[in-house]
């Protein structure tokens, strides 16, 4: 990796405008980010961003989440398996079955805030999707088993996902990670009470359509994140993201719902307390973590 550059070649991102309030990165990949992890999060920090939820998608990255959680106070991790590695984990049933009982032991840790990121990606030919459905509906009773909030990753695959949470019934608590339906999409999610994130993909040009969803919602059902080091908001497109960076979404998000900004942290803030509970007190995961 050249020095300063993430894995992908790109320069690091211009630090945003600190926020008037202090907001959160409702998800992100924190051990895909090139630099200390000190470093990325003071700058966070520094915009207003205090606390950060970081994302497993495997089992290795799982329980880099929970350790780096019980490291660091203002992190909180999310683990699953990534609907793109459900045919590359498990070989067998009996290997699948081991793999989810690890994820469950993790989803009962007091630092582990959600289930995620878990659901249906019919974009990328990765895993077929009956196979894609199968985890889905082991990680929708993981959840609701811990009683965490669902987050979902959901690309292609509008229909199938609600379908599926309506036939298990979800969790209490339902999050639409990098939501990117549209806005019939969207308010179909807020009558059933589910929560949507929005990334920096709020603030793409081309995103007119995103834009009318996060129009349509109660501002109490939406939530802002970075997916860093994917997804970089304007104006920091093709440079790399972080933590940091989702106080430009923030801001796109205010101006969508018309609100304050500062008004609009507050909002994300209490929105967040509701979905994932109050902040977990620093400590260690678990003896096995």
């Known amino acids: 990796m050249t020095e300063g550059k993430d894995q992908y070649g790109r320069p690091p991102a211009r ?3 600190p926020l008037p309030g202090t907001a959160f990165d409702g998800h992100c990949h924190l051990d895909l980010l090139p630099g200390p992890l000190t470093d990325v999060l003071a700058r966070a920090a520094a915009a207003g961003i205090s606390r950060v939820i970081t994302v497993g998608c495997d089992l290795p990255s799982s329980y880099w989440a929970v350790t ?5 106070p203002e992190v909180g991790a999310a683990v699953a398996i990534h609907p793109n ?23 009962a840790l007091p630092r582990v805030l959600a289930v995620g990121e ?19 509906r082991a990680h929708i009773a993981i959840a609701k088993q811990a009683g965490k909030p669902l987050m979902i990753h959901d690309r292609d695959a509008h229909q199938d996902v609600l379908d599926i949470l309506a036939a298990e019934g979800p969790p209490e608590q339902v999050i639409f990670h990098c939501f990117s339906g549209d806005a019939a999409m969207a308010a179909r999610c807020a009558e059933a009470g589910y929560v949507l994130s929005f990334a920096g993909t709020l603030t793409f040009a081309n995103a007119a359509q995103l834009r009318e969803a996060a129009a349509v919602i109660p501002a109490e059902l939406a939530l802002v ?25 923030l801001r796109a998000l205010a101006a969508i719902k018309e609100l304050d900004v500062a008004e609009l942290c507050a909002i994300i803030e209490a929105t967040g307390e509701r979905v994932f509970g109050p ?3 620093p400590g260690p995961a678990s003896r096995s973590a």
């Open 225 to 249: 994140e970075t997916d860093a080091p994917f997804l970089t908001p304007v104006p920091n497109r093709g440079k790399s993201n972080s933590p940091a960076q989702v106080a430009h979404t």
């Open 118 to 136: 878990t659901g249906l990606d019919y974009y990328w030919d990765d895993a077929p999707a009956k196979l894609q459905q199968e985890w889905f």
């Open 15 to 17: 630090d945003p405008e």
């Open 68 to 72: 780096c959680a019980a490291d660091h």
């Open 279 to 281: 902040w977990p007190a």
């Open 85 to 107: 590695e459900t045919s590359r984990v498990a070989a067998t049933p009996a290997e699948r079955d081991a793999v989810l009982a690890e994820i469950a032991e993790l989803a």
